[in-house]
């Protein structure tokens, strides 16, 4: 044991007579433990040990074919009230849960270890920090939480020998049956049951469930946020720092905009991009009455298709040692790994995230799963911020929204102000894409980017985001959206994208600095096309005047999707929200 915290232990032992395992270990992080259970896990086939000079410390897993993505349809919000959760949860009721699940968990470690993994979200000791304890039958789950949390005996630093204010977690594989998988969150209880899942999204359990589905709900709670955004600094050649957080749907490309490289342009005048995030950010008001954000992270747990030297080279290079591959392709020439888009050359010698022989160059079915992973250290990363372990975090600006919109968004707009900037991020929206299944261009709502994370009812999450702008009131970040994705008539982007964000980027901090210049239109606050600095790409100002161009008739239509959409929270919708609807409308119809 590594705590005198009694609540802790009685926890531990309650689970440790549910579960039945023959051994328990727990995880004080050391180096020489964790070797340990490397080596256990490579001798017993359930990870690859890769090229020691290629890849050093890395490691390559592969998980079930139906077990290769978080399951929101099996994920469960277990509030005492169901309305505490909301029309965009599921819901079950705590006691008929826990009567569902605790004969499943009866045993099901019988002749395995559970490891007890205590962990740190956020920096240890710091004043925004939580811990968690995990407890596992998987080496994968313990070797991927060294990577993304502080984990070890310094996590319980934190919560000393009384304090009850820890996540519990419980994960076992069991079958990894897709019809007996749960992942389970009781807010009220501070817990997390997840069964019969290996994969990452769904066994990480500081990830999703505990940083953004639990904390959501702490922060309403405790008067903090817990949002899916990046948090990045750009540097000016002066050496000032402006930090700012973004939150995108899936497949928007935030690990992109996180570790950006800036355009020659920026980087011939000594600006510099830092990535402090790539997922998640936890906000809090500082005694200086600005917003502070930490990490609470400690590595990328990244899509590893289209990951490559031009679309995200930090991203890249943050794999190159002590990372573990999840379903990728096996390279079995040199012992390396490969996935789509990675580069032009794939492996004719290898095998596939199935562990099925496969030659790249000539086979048609895909070497990497789509939604194959990457678990990398932070401080791999060649952009790391220097504030990454600074437990007060660091000051925001700006806060970013954007979606996928080929037509309706502009590529840039600032809100009028803090209230207006919550109705931009609970209307945010993407259009669904080929690469998913079902029809092209439907809108997709999806505030915030928070819809299958948010731990309770969202009508309430908007309101606590209306009163943090109270709270806030003019030390605020100013609220912004931008798309990167218009397309033009043949369905081609029009905006370069990538590095070349960052001329976005530039115009937002300058908008918050009082430098940069604004027209209004009904939606909100635009630059003029000649403040988007183009210098160096092949599109002209008209181009530019195209993407900010706000089409009266689509936004008419985008009104009545937002009326539609809000009818869903009933009167747990703000009333603020209302009028910001009205009052767009009002704009539209002028
Ligand atoms: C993620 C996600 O894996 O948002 O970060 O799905
Ligand atoms: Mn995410």
């Given at each position: 044991?590594?705590?005198?915290?009694?609540?802790?232990?009685?926890?531990?032992?309650?689970?440790?007579?549910?579960?039945?395992?023959?051994?328990?270990?727990?995880?004080?992080?050391?180096?020489?433990?964790?070797?340990?259970?490397?080596?256990?896990?490579?001798?017993t086939g359930e990870m690859e040990e890769l090229n020691k000079e290629k890849l050093p410390g890395c490691l390559l897993h592969r998980t079930l074919p139906n077990d290769v993505a978080r399951v929101e349809a099996r994920t469960f919000i277990c509030s005492r009230?169901?309305?505490?959760?909301?029309?965009?949860?599921?819901?079950?009721?705590?006691?008929?849960?826990?009567?569902?699940?605790?004969?499943?968990?009866?045993?099901?470690?019988?002749?395995?270890?559970?490891?007890?993994?205590?962990?740190?979200?956020?920096?240890?000791?710091?004043?925004?920090?939580?811990?968690?304890?995990?407890?596992?039958d998987s080496i994968y789950v313990v070797l991927n939480m060294d990577i993304m949390t502080r984990m070890g005996q310094n996590a319980f630093k934190n919560l000393g020998d009384t304090s009850n204010d820890f996540v519990r977690g419980l994960h076992s594989k069991a079958d990894i049956d897709p019809e007996k998988r749960y992942i389970v969150h009781f807010p009220e209880d501070n817990t997390i049951w997840s069964i019969n899942s290996a994969y990452g999204g769904n066994v990480l359990l500081g990830k999703k469930?505990?940083?953004?589905?639990?904390?959501?709900?702490?922060?309403?709670?405790?008067?903090?946020?817990?949002?899916?955004?990046?948090?990045?600094?750009?540097?000016?050649?002066?050496?000032?720092?402006?930090?700012?957080?973004?939150?995108?749907?899936?497949?928007?490309?935030?690990?992109?905009?996180?570790?950006?490289?800036?355009?020659?342009?920026?980087?011939?005048?000594?600006?510099?991009?830092?990535?402090?995030?790539?997922?998640?950010?936890?906000?809090?008001?500082?005694?200086?009455?600005?917003?502070?954000?930490?990490?609470?992270?400690?590595?990328?747990?990244?899509?590893?298709?289209?990951?490559?030297?031009?679309?995200?080279?930090?991203a890249l290079a943050s794999t190159k040692k002590n990372t573990i591959f999840t379903n990728v392709a096996h390279n079995l020439d040199d012992n390396t790994v490969w996935w789509e888009g990675l580069d032009k050359n794939p492996p004719e010698n290898a095998v596939d995230w199935t562990n099925q022989k496969w030659n790249g160059k000539t086979s048609d079915i895909k070497g990497a799963h789509p939604n194959s992973r990457f678990t990398a250290p932070a401080k791999n990363c060649p952009c790391i911020s220097s504030e990454f372990d600074n437990p007060n975090g660091v000051p925001i600006s700006a806060m970013i929204f954007g979606g996928r919109r080929a037509k309706t968004s502009p590529l840039v707009y600032q809100s009028f102000d803090w209230k207006h900037g919550v109705f931009v991020g609970a209307t945010m929206a993407s259009e669904t894409t080929a690469a998913a299944t079902g029809a092209v261009g439907v809108v997709r709502r999806d505030p915030m980017a928070m819809l299958p994370f948010c731990g309770y009812h969202m009508g309430d999450y908007f309101a606590h985001w209306l009163e943090m702008g109270e709270k806030l009131g003019e030390n605020a970040p100013k609220i912004f959206n931008v798309n990167w994705f218009r397309t033009d008539d043949e369905g081609h982007f029009i905006w370069p994208g990538f590095g070349d964000n960052m001329r976005v980027l530039m115009w937002i901090i300058g908008r918050c600095k009082g430098t940069a210049d604004a027209v209004e239109t009904p939606i909100g606050y635009e630059p003029k096309p000649e403040d988007i600095n183009i210098e160096g790409l092949d599109i002209d100002v008209n181009t530019v005047k195209d993407l900010l161009n706000v089409d009266i008739d689509l936004w008419k239509e985008e009104a009545k999707g937002i009326e539609e959409f809000f009818a869903k929270f009933g009167d747990k919708l703000p009333a603020e929200l209302s009028k910001q609807l009205s009052d767009l409308k009002a704009r539209l119809s002028k």
């Open positions: 044991m590594l705590t005198n915290n009694k609540n802790v232990i009685s926890w531990v032992d309650e689970m440790v007579a549910l579960c039945k395992p023959d051994k328990v270990v727990w995880i004080d992080g050391s180096e020489e433990q964790l070797t340990a259970l490397r080596n256990e896990a490579i001798a009230k169901e309305e505490d959760a909301g029309p965009t949860n599921n819901w079950c009721d705590p006691k008929e849960m826990y009567a569902k699940l605790t004969p499943m968990y009866d045993g099901v470690m019988k002749g395995r270890t559970m490891y007890v993994i205590p962990y740190s979200m956020g920096p240890i000791g710091s004043p925004l920090a939580k811990v968690g304890v995990e407890l596992t469930c505990f940083a953004l589905r639990i904390a959501s709900y702490q922060g309403k709670n405790e008067g903090w946020m817990a949002e899916h955004m990046l948090i990045l600094g750009i540097e000016n050649p002066q050496g000032e720092v402006t930090y700012v957080t973004a939150a995108f749907p899936s497949a928007c490309g935030k690990t992109n905009l996180a570790m950006l490289v800036p355009p020659e342009i920026y980087a011939k005048e000594g600006y510099k991009v830092w990535t402090v995030g790539d997922d998640i950010a936890w906000l809090k008001q500082g005694d200086d009455g600005k917003l502070y954000a930490i990490n609470p992270e400690n590595g990328f747990f990244g899509v590893a298709p289209g990951t490559n030297a031009k679309s995200n080279p930090n």
